[in-house]
Every structure is written in structure tokens, then in C-alpha cells.
């Protein structure tokens, strides 16, 4: 599979600062943002949100990986679902009508649809979403197949535009999900950025092994302290853009194959040309255009 650029958190350009704090935060948290209320909410927004560009701008921009991650509101009736980062997003309903939208426009394209957190989630939500997700896409859902098997030409040829993943037991008994183990996505969970790339290289060389999709994170995960320390500046100011020249040397670095990249994922995808430098990797995939280079050191 060729390398696919992806957005980390994709979901979460817009947070509800008025509803309540989600169910994927701990109590501690929770007992803030009722103790200081507004105040809470706007730095867990600054911290939360890791995108600016709504599914459609990302989509023009060429991201075709989306890490999903849902949840009901616990407090209303019925089975609605909504995106989920710390604060609540918008509905999934909305996000997949986006998605959809720019697909019936680009027939050839595809894209890649991950749902890997589900919070506060019975199964009766489950059985919503993905009857949704069947309404919504209908013939475009690839049936889940031997990874190897899914190229571009088979896509095209069977008019497929959309993989999902869908991180729990129910997505065993449809054939149009795939499970959540076919596309592992190692998570750094790191500040530092010479301990991302470390990390990113030993998940890479374990790939092959796998036989699936594989996910590359190149995020990185603030801790509290991090947090405190930069809480009027928030996520894209005080963490991603400082460490981002070396994250994208990494990129730049890569190359595609059965040992190589497959999807990588990032924060802000608009800060820097990832989207292309991700899709310009597939070159080196076309003898002519393979440049004969070494991978650079990302700490020289």
C-alpha cells in the first residue's frame, strides 16, 4: 500500500465549549471545568483541538486518513453520536455527510475511516453507527479483504471510496467494517521528539510481520506538566510547531514499500506541506524518479 498522509484527532476543528466535559476525561478533570466552568473549557480547547481545517478543506488538502474517536452524551435520550477530543464536537452524522459529499465529486478517490475510541457507547449505539455508516456510503464500503489484495486498481475496478475500521466486537459480524487489528497504530505517547522518531522506527521495522495496514503516529502527547506550563499558548503554539522541522525530516526521509510507510498521521496538517510530502514519497516508488539518497539523521 502506498504511503497515505492522515490527520491526527481529525475531527476536533470544532469543540462545544458549552457542553459538559466528555466521558474520556478523568474525574479530576471533570471536577475542573465544573469548578471553573468557562475558563476550564477554553484551555481544554486550546489543548484539545489538534486540526483547524474542516474534513472538507483536509480533503482538498489530501488527507485521506481519519482517526476517529465517538461518544453519545450521557445526559441525552436517544442514540445520536458525536465526535469526541475532551470536548464534545459535531455530529457524526454531519461528518460522514462532508466526507461523502467530497467523494460523490472525486469518484476515484478513496479515503480511510478509523473509529477507534468509542465512549459511553451501548449497543444500541453501536448498532447506529453503523447502520449510518452503511446508509451513508452504501456501495462505496470495501468489504474487509487480505490487505495485500486492496490496491488502487481493485478499488477502482469494484467502485470502492471508503475503508472503515471499527474498533470493537460488533464490526465482526460485518462485512463491510474492518477490525480495529488490521490497522495497529503504535502511539509514542512522548514530548520529545527525538523519542518520537526513535519510537516511529522500531514500530516501522515490526510492520511486515503484521500483515496489515499500519499506522505511523507523528504526534506528540503533552503531559500534565506540559499543559500547565504552556496553558494560555495551548497544543499548536506552545508543543507541534517547535518540534515540527524535525518530525517532517523524519517524513522526508521515509520510503514506500512493504517495509516502509503506510499511513502517517499529524497535528495541523496545514502548518507545513505534509500532505504532499507524504504523497511525493510515492515517487520513489517509479525507477526513474527514485533518487538514489540516504535517509537523513533527523538530529543533524
Not at 459538559?20 to 481544554?44: C, E, I, N, S, Y
Not at 482538498?60 to 453519545?72: M, P, Q, T
Not at 507541534?240 to 510507510?261: C, D, F, H, S, Y
Request: glycine content about 6%; overall charge positive; aromatic content about 10%.
Amino acid at each position: 500500500m502506498k504511503p497515505v498522509p492522515g490527520s491526527h484527532d481529525s475531527f476536533s476543528f470544532w469543540v462545544d465549549e458549552k457542553a459538559p466535559v466528555g466521558p474520556d476525561q478523568k474525574a479530576v478533570v471533570k471536577h475542573l471545568a465544573t469548578a471553573f466552568r468557562l475558563v476550564a473549557k477554553k484551555v481544554m480547547k486550546k489543548w484539545s483541538m489538534t486540526q483547524n481545517l474542516t474534513f472538507s478543506e483536509q480533503l482538498e488538502g489530501g488527507i485521506r486518513y481519519f482517526d476517529l474517536r465517538v461518544s453519545s452524551k450521557p445526559s441525552e435520550p436517544g442514540r445520536e453520536v458525536y465526535f469526541i477530543h475532551g470536548l464534545f464536537g459535531h455530529k457524526v452524522r454531519d461528518g460522514l455527510h462532508e466526507i461523502n459529499t467530497f467523494l460523490n465529486g472525486h469518484p476515484k478517490e478513496v479515503v480511510f475511516l478509523d473509529f477507534n475510541h468509542h465512549y459511553a457507547m451501548n449497543k444500541e449505539h453501536h448498532r447506529y453507527l453503523i447502520a449510518m455508516l452503511q446508509q451513508m456510503f452504501g456501495h462505496k464500503l470495501c468489504n474487509s479483504n487480505v490487505v495485500e489484495d486492496i490496491t488502487l486498481d481493485y478499488l477502482w475496478e469494484n467502485k470502492y471510496q471508503v475503508i472503515v475500521f471499527y474498533h470493537h466486537p460488533l464490526a465482526d459480524d460485518c462485512p463491510h467494517l474492518w477490525a480495529g487489528s488490521k490497522i495497529p497504530a503504535p502511539w509514542a505517547n512522548t514530548t520529545d521528539a527525538y523519542k518520537l522518531i526513535q519510537f516511529l522506527e522500531t514500530t516501522l521495522g515490526e510492520r511486515a510481520k503484521y500483515g496489515s495496514f499500519h499506522v505511523s503516529q507523528a504526534i506528540l502527547t503533552p503531559r500534565v506538566k506540559t499543559i500547565f506550563r504552556g496553558l494560555i499558548k495551548g497544543l499548536r503554539n506552545h508543543l507541534v510547531e517547535r518540534n515540527l522541522p524535525t518530525i517532517m525530516t523524519w517524513v522526508e526521509a521515509q520510503k514506500p514499500g512493504a517495509n516502509g510507510v503506510n499511513i502517517i498521521t499529524s497535528d495541523f496538517v496545514e502548518l507545513v506541506d505534509f500532505a504532499t510530502t507524504v504523497i511525493n514519497l510515492n515517487n520513489l516508488l517509479l525507477p526513474n524518479l527514485a533518487p538514489t539518497r540516504e535517509p537523513r539523521d533527523p538530529q543533524s
